[in-house]
């Protein structure tokens, strides 16, 4: 089992910016990429982005060149640095891990929310 939890959320101002981080715990070495999701009131749950094990990166159009995910292997430690915040940026954030060979995120954090005020 791999436990993960957020931490970082919180209110800041159009423009402004937050680093969320996701701190993993237990059975690391079965991990293989690990990625930031968000899920909006009313909306359904999206990819924000995605670090893989070669620390190959994904990013979902809508916050390229404005958000970045990075991964500190010897802190087992992913982060999401975010600059430029909108309104529409306003979510739950929630750190997610996949195995090694898997498609889909096998483990979730608890989520932190993240509000951008106008």
């Known amino acids: 089992q791999v436990q993960l939890v957020e931490s970082g959320g919180g209110l800041v101002q159009a423009g402004g910016s937050l680093r969320l981080s996701c701190a993993a715990s237990?059975?690391?070495?079965?991990?293989?990429?690990m990625g930031w999701h968000r899920q909006a009131p009313g909306k359904r749950r999206e990819l924000v982005a995605v670090v893989n094990a070669n620390n190959s990166t994904v990013y979902a159009d809508f916050v390229k060149g404005r958000f970045t995910i990075s991964r500190d292997n010897a802190e087992n430690t992913v982060y999401l640095q975010m600059n430029s915040l909108k309104p529409e940026d306003t979510a739950v954030y929630y750190c997610?891990?996949?195995?090694?060979?898997?498609?889909?995120?096998?483990?979730w954090g608890q989520g932190t929310q993240v509000t951008v005020s106008s």
């Open positions: 237990g059975n690391i070495f079965s991990i293989s990429a």
């Open positions: 997610a891990a996949r195995k090694m060979l898997r498609t889909i995120y096998d483990y």
